[in-house]
């Protein structure tokens, strides 16, 4: 019997004439948004298949052992917008993550003097007073909208955003769901939101505070992983997007994930494989093969084939539409807005192995104020200049960093008495003047930051045991991120919601039937947060009409 | 003129004179007529100590007994539900006790010291219950609650601090187990034991090494970030791992006045303690009878739907109350709801389906939730690293 028409569906011939397994969804990336998706597929009783290209999982959500008995968490680094729901449905504490929350954070200011960011609510007055009576005093109505706003937002995050040109009973429902929660805020509150939503971080900030170095503290979470500058319009929602997550209910606080980020993934990937999922790595998706308007499977780099009837895309929308799709097999449209999508690359990364704890000019060496977000930027002028050398093609001279030694809280990343850091750098373009990066201007870039830690630690340099210096090159290169941008997509009103990533193709599905995207270019957009992963998996689910496995959202009142 | 003095009305720990500069938050409360902190700095942050490096509880206020004489094993074994012949020397048991009618007075650590040489360590206290009890034995019974001083040190980093602090070899001591140490030229009894259900351990030394020791446990535990916690994380920790706090989940029966009020183990989901192989020990009867008859109640483990934790809720099925909430926590690490509820026993079966009346409040404003929970076997922390030995290093 010709094996082709054999009565059992699940076999198949590869190009290389084996007989290879017909799986039920393939997902293209092992990114934690990928496993979230392959996940709640396999849950529900699909025969799931990841495919990744690197030889490890995790993309931007991982640990890496690049210096001996040093853990870095070389991505992303800190962990709050993870959603609670996903965690404790997919058991990843059982599968062992643990988030541990931190406190505290640090401006250093030139003049010597530094802003400490206390975790106790009545200490951390007490430091704004020391800057401005009234800024003290402020922070409590700054923090009051700051929770209005997430509360707008949150109850979002897990849902499918509305397709506004639609009619269908869903859509008109979630729209409806969408301009209720707006009209609860009332009219003022509408207007203030409609501000808040494309106004600039700087404008926001200054609406509540006087003090230079506790505005530009605060903007930091307005400008990472951004290509704007703190007076651009839209950095208010970036930092929205940064205090709306939260470590057990406590809205806005970030923590460590034990072990680094990568272990977000590996308790992903093991309730994947928990669920009879399949993880395969160092398979480089060249195509998403297609036929009759179908998607039937994918190819790989080398030759070979996966195949199935639903194909989920964790790769950025650029990614997904013009690299790993024939553009014959794609309405032009679609090809037309993967072009146009915004996905600028604005940041770079150090991490750090250091032979001890670095002391810190006026800081004491036990203060709980390192254990949290540390900053040399100053002022609004400061990071607006910074962002001015990146607008130029170079990297900020300058830069605004956003420095954790995530050692003084997780026991296992370094040896004891030995310490990790992790530098977020801000802003770093995608080429140098229109020209590539080469190794040099990547060592140059690494001295730029080094330096400006150096400025403020006397003992810092002479601790370095080993440096991992990122620029936007190496991200996209070795994360798969195009740009190197950090969100798969910039976090501006036109790409989110409904918009994201591009209208007509915010439910998760694309242009051909059976291929869908879950990565973080779709709705509620970057971060490691599962959201849209999880999302993903619930459309497709309806799609295929199984139960569906996707959890709701807790309520947040 | 006559001259009247007395003591202060509250009693300091060995260790006060640390834990006050330490308590941050000046956050007190009491324990046994002893000072004791609610929390140093952070209730959140202690707590993570105890699950992701090492958290440090004054542990002093503990009622203890000295249990010795001829007849301390056979007078024990009257006197709690388990075979106490099979808690050897050098090692630990958990161990429960009842009165006559079979209701349940209390828990403890029993520690096996020597030959006929207990030590019981208790929430409540029992010295007239177990001078009541020891009629016909030959022993003596000492409170040596001021005698001894008391550190739980706890979580994954705590054997890394206490090696590091000299107490070498200390990675193999299995768990309920003791090993003895000396410092400072006298003893300091270590046991594998603790309230977390984490890896930890518990320091046992005299009052006036206390200081001492707190100081060279700190010094030496720095890079592990070592930190000391107050009773808000410890509780937390408790229910978390599913242990049973006496005056919380269970009224001790000697305290009851109301009918009906006390449990026995059977309804605490105890009865693995209650050994009837044993001829004899208090209670036995009315056990025996229990485990023939039927318990009323059930305590048991609820997972809870959202994030609200049931704290006090009453317990339904359809409109009615069946029964109450004794303990519930939203669970750091475990990420669940989870809650301890009295039920009746009808209403107790693993996979059990009931519904939790919740009430919170956000800016005044009560609301009330009716949640679904799922009665489960077991509590959700409950890592490997509690049991391994040689107990990891982080
Ligand atoms: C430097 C940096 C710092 C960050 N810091 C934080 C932070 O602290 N906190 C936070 O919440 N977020 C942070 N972020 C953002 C967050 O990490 C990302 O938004 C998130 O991890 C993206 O997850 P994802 O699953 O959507 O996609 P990705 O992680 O990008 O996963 C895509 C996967 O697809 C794979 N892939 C690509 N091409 C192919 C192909 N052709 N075939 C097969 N596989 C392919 C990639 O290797 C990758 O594994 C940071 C990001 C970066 C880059």
Avoid at chain 2, 13 to 22: G, K, L, Y
């Amino acid at each position: 019997m010709d094996s082709r028409t054999c009565p059992w569906h699940a076999l198949r011939f590869d190009t290389g004439g084996h007989v290879v397994k017909k799986y039920d969804a393939i997902v293209i990336g092992a990114g934690h948004n990928g496993l979230t998706n392959a996940a709640y597929l396999a849950k529900s009783g699909l025969d799931v298949l990841v495919v990744e290209r690197n030889s490890y999982i995790g993309g931007a959500t991982v640990s890496r052992e690049l210096h001996k008995d040093w853990t870095y968490s070389n991505c992303s680094y800190v962990c709050s917008l993870l959603r609670p729901e996903i965690s404790r449905d997919l058991e990843l504490p059982r599968h062992g993550l643990q988030v541990v929350p931190y406190g505290g954070g640090i401006t250093f200011m030139e003049n010597g003097d530094q802003f400490g960011n206390f975790r106790d609510h009545e200490r951390q007055y007490r430091e704004i007073m020391r800057h401005s009576p009234r800024d003290a005093n402020a922070y409590d109505r700054y923090s009051a909208d700051v929770t209005k706003q997430t509360r707008l937002i949150r109850p979002f995050l897990l849902r499918t955003p509305p397709d506004p040109t639609s009619l269908k009973p869903r859509d008109l429902k979630e729209l409806a769901m969408l301009a209720r929660a707006f009209t609860e805020m009332g009219e003022e509150g509408l207007a203030d939101t409609l501000k808040f939503w494309t106004m600039s971080v700087g404008d926001y900030l200054e609406s509540f505070f006087e003090t230079d170095v506790l505005k530009a503290h605060l903007a930091g979470s307005g400008i990472i992983g951004t290509a704007l500058g703190v007076y651009s319009p839209g950095t208010a929602y970036v930092l929205l997007h940064h205090y709306m997550g939260d470590v057990d209910g406590t809205v806005g606080a970030w923590g460590f994930a034990r072990g680094g980020m990568g272990a977000v993934s590996a308790a992903l990937a093991k309730s994947l494989q928990a669920y009879g999922g399949e993880i395969v790595c160092a398979a480089n998706v060249d195509q998403i093969m297609v036929r009759n308007g179908r998607a039937t499977g994918v190819a790989l780099k080398d030759g070979t084939e996966y195949h199935a009837d639903i194909v989920v895309s964790n790769l950025d929308p650029k990614r997904t539409f013009l690299d790993i799709m024939a553009e014959s097999d794609l309405p032009e449209d679609v090809v037309n807005k993967a072009k146009n999508f915004k996905i600028r690359g604005s940041s770079g990364k150090l991490n750090i192995a250091l032979d001890g704890l670095p002391t810190f000019n006026g800081v004491h060496p036990d203060s709980t104020l390192m254990i949290g977000d540390m900053h040399f930027s100053d002022s609004l002028e400061r990071l607006e200049r910074a962002y001015d050398d990146w607008k130029a093609g170079a990297w900020s001279r300058d830069p605004y960093c956003d420095m954790l030694i995530p050692t003084l809280t997780d026991p296992t990343m370094a040896p004891p008495g030995k310490h990790m850091m992790t530098v977020f750098v801000q802003y770093a373009p995608p080429l140098i003047n229109g020209r590539e990066w080469t190794d040099e201007d990547r060592d140059a870039f690494g001295k730029t930051v080094i330096d400006q830690i150096g400025n403020y630690s006397p003992d810092f340099k002479d601790l370095i045991l080993h440096a991992e210096v990122r620029t936007p090159r190496e991200l996209e290169a070795e994360v798969g991120l195009t740009e190197g941008n950090i969100f798969q997509g910039e976090l501006t009103f036109d790409q989110l919601l409904f918009n994201r990533p591009f209208p007509g193709y915010a439910q998760y599905r694309g242009p051909v039937k059976g291929m869908y995207m879950c990565g973080s270019g779709t709705h509620p957009g970057g971060g490691v947060m599962a959201a849209p992963g999880a999302n993903a998996a619930r459309e497709i689910l309806m799609d295929l009409k199984r139960p569906n496995t996707v959890p709701g959202a807790y309520a947040d009142d | 003129m006559s001259e009247y003095r007395d003591e202060t009305m509250m009693l300091k720990t060995p260790f006060h004179s640390r834990v006050e500069a330490a308590n941050e938050l000046n956050e007190w409360d009491g324990w046994s007529g002893y000072t004791t902190p609610v929390a140093y700095t952070d209730v959140e942050l202690e707590y993570f100590a105890i699950r992701n490096s090492t958290g440090v509880f004054d542990l002093s206020p503990m009622t203890k007994y000295r249990i010795s004489g001829p007849d301390a094993e056979a007078y024990l074994n009257r006197l709690v539900t388990r075979d106490v012949s099979k808690i050897k020397i050098d090692r630990v048991g958990y161990v429960i006790w009842c009165d006559d009618e079979g209701q349940m007075m209390d828990d403890g650590t029993l520690f096996h010291l020597g030959k006929n040489d207990y030590r019981l360590c208790s929430y409540t206290r029992v010295m007239d219950w177990m001078s009541w009890a020891a009629m016909g034995f030959d022993v003596r019974i000492v409170d040596e609650t001021s005698e001894v001083a008391a550190l739980a040190v706890q979580g994954p980093t705590s054997c890394a601090c206490l090696s590091a602090m000299g107490l070498t070899g200390l990675e193999e001591l299995k768990p309920f187990g003791i090993k003895r140490f000396t410092f400072a030229d006298t003893e300091l009894m270590v046991s594998r034991t603790g309230f977390t259900g984490d890896l930890g351990y518990e320091l046992w030394i005299e009052p006036q090494h206390a200081e001492a020791l707190w100081d060279q446990l700190f010094a030496a535990g720095k890079h592990y970030m070592i930190k000391p916690i107050g009773s808000s994380a410890l509780d937390l920790a408790r229910i978390e791992t599913g242990f049973l706090q006496a005056g919380v989940d269970f009224v001790p029966a000697q305290d009851t006045v109301r009918i009906g009020r006390s449990r026995s183990p059977f309804e605490l989901g105890l009865s693995w303690l209650v050994d009837f192989e044993k001829p004899v020990f208090n209670g036995r009867k009315a056990l025996l009878k229990e485990s023939v008859e039927g318990s009323s109640y059930r305590l048991v483990f609820l997972d809870v739907e959202g994030n609200k934790p049931a704290a006090n809720s009453f317990i339904l099925v359809g409109p009615e109350q069946v029964g109450t909430v004794t303990s519930a926590a939203w669970c750091p690490t475990a990420k669940s709801n989870f809650a301890f509820a009295q039920v009746e026993a009808k209403y107790a079966e693993v996979g059990r389906e009931l519904i939790a009346e919740i009430y919170y409040q956000r800016e005044l404003h009560w609301t009330r939730l009716l949640a679904k929970c799922t009665v489960v076997a077991a509590a959700p922390f409950n890592p490997p690293r509690r049991r391994q030995t040689p107990a990891p290093m982080c």
